[in-house]
């Protein structure tokens, strides 16, 4: 079992800038790979971003040169730095952690934060 509780949402002004934090425990050594999901209203999931055990990275195209994932393997900290953040960035953002036991994959997810890009 993982756990994820998020941090960092809010409301910012577009061109501002927002950092979500997903910190994991539990069953850690589990983890092969973390990211981000966004959910917007009436509009379908998102995969945002993901990052491996190993630092490899991925982006939708509509965040790249945007946001930033990252992670702190000492403090089981995946986070979402995103920068110069549009009204269209609005959504749920949720972070998952995906997981293999025993050769079983698993998928765990955090609570959801709201990011609300307004003026």
């Known amino acids: 079992q993982v756990q994820l509780v998020e941090s960092g949402g809010g409301l910012v002004q577009p061109g501002g800038s927002l950092r979500l934090s997903c910190a994991a425990s539990?069953?850690?050594?589990?983890?092969?790979?973390m990211g981000w999901y966004r959910q917007a209203p009436g509009k379908q999931r998102e995969l945002v971003a993901t990052?491996?055990?190993?630092?490899?990275?991925t982006y939708a195209d509509s965040v790249k040169g945007r946001f930033t994932i990252s992670r702190d393997n000492a403090e089981n900290t995946m986070y979402l730095q995103m920068d110069s953040l549009k009204p269209e960035d609005t959504a749920v953002y949720s972070c998952?952690?995906?997981?293999?036991?025993?050769?079983?994959?698993?998928?765990?997810w955090g609570q959801g934060t709201q990011v609300t890009v307004s003026s």
């Open positions: 539990g069953s850690i050594f589990s983890i092969y790979a």
């Open positions: 990052i491996t055990s190993g630092g490899s990275t």
């Open positions: 998952y952690a995906g997981t293999i036991v025993g050769g079983r994959p698993g998928k765990y």
